[in-house]
């Protein structure tokens, strides 16, 4: 798997405060970079157009799972990507880590999934909430994925097609954890900065 065939997918909405931030940081280690806009009224898509970063805008807000769609069939269909890499658009991903998800992908994995580490940035109902629906889906399918919501994975073209979600909303997080636990695909979990 060559690294000009990944693609990082950032959904968007109304991310005027972060977007242009988190893009001058993404745009120095990552040339592939799709974000979709996912119906915002603010500026978010005037300054992601600024940076020439690929733009896919939904006229209204359809939700995240929605716009995670919109991003990998345009990554997979008409940029003809090997891998996907999702990264939220808030800034709370550190672009470093980018350089894990790449490796793990060229040594065979088919999706990588960011793990942060459940400190004392972390608010204690988000840390309680988390490893209640980790230990639900273990208990569920026998898979225990120790960061059910975090935004930071990646995908194969192969996974993508098995994983193919039906949530539009953030419940897109537990739908993809889920589909995970009862496929049988090759998954990495590997830590990630909490910012």
């Not at 999702?86 to 894990?100: A, N, R, T």
Request: aromatic letters at 8%.
């Amino acid at each position: 798997m060559s690294a000009s065939k990944i693609f990082i997918i950032t959904p968007a909405y109304n991310e005027a405060k972060y977007i242009g931030r988190f893009l001058d940081k993404l745009k120095i280690v990552a040339p592939n970079i799709i974000v979709v806009d996912d119906g915002s009224t603010d500026k978010t898509k005037s300054i992601v157009d600024a940076r020439g970063v690929i733009c896919l805008s939904h006229m209204v807000n359809l939700g995240k799972g929605s716009a995670l769609k919109t991003g990998c069939e345009y990554a997979f269909k008409k940029m003809d990507a090997d891998a996907v890499i999702i990264m939220d658009g808030d800034d709370q991903h550190e672009v470093d880590d980018l350089k894990s998800f790449i490796k793990v992908l060229k040594s065979g994995a088919e999706i990588v999934l960011g793990v942060r580490r459940l400190d004392a940035k972390m608010p204690l109902m988000r840390v309680l909430g988390n490893k209640s629906m980790s230990i639900l889906i273990n208990l569920l399918f026998g898979h225990y994925l120790a960061d059910i919501p975090s935004g930071f994975k990646a995908m194969t073209r192969r996974a993508y097609r098995e994983l193919k979600w039906h949530s539009s909303g953030y419940e897109v997080e537990t739908e993809i954890a889920v589909r995970i636990a009862k496929s049988k695909l090759v998954y990495v979990e590997i830590p990630i900065s909490t910012i």
